[in-house]
């Protein structure tokens, strides 16, 4: 079942962020968190998830991607400070 979302995976709190779209929020996170994929978040060690937000459209949740990418990185730290002010990973909270 296709579950669109963007979301933003950090090293640390205030740390490297990586923002990301995927179908499959619980798979892609896992593969962040296992560095299972080469890449980004691989390098700089970015396996907590810090925020996330479901869309009902692909073409939505890709759009959001880029509208966040395209923020500074304070709009970027607000966005998950809204969310998840103690930066906790939300990984788990996915299962439920």
Not at 29 to 52: I, N
Not at 70 to 95: F, V
Request: overall charge positive; proline content about 3%.
């Amino acid at each position: 079942m296709r579950e669109p979302a963007v979301y933003i995976m950090a090293s640390q709190r205030n740390g490297t962020l990586y923002i990301g779209v995927t179908a499959n929020l619980s798979e892609r996170v896992w593969q962040h968190r296992e560095s299972a994929v080469p890449g980004f978040t691989k390098r700089y060690g970015c396996k907590l998830l810090v925020w996330y937000e479901r869309h009902d459209r692909m073409d939505e949740a890709i759009g959001r991607e880029k509208q966040i990418k395209g923020g500074s990185r304070t709009k970027k730290l607000a966005l998950i400070e809204a969310m998840n002010p103690n930066w906790r990973d939300l990984y788990e909270d996915l299962a439920g």
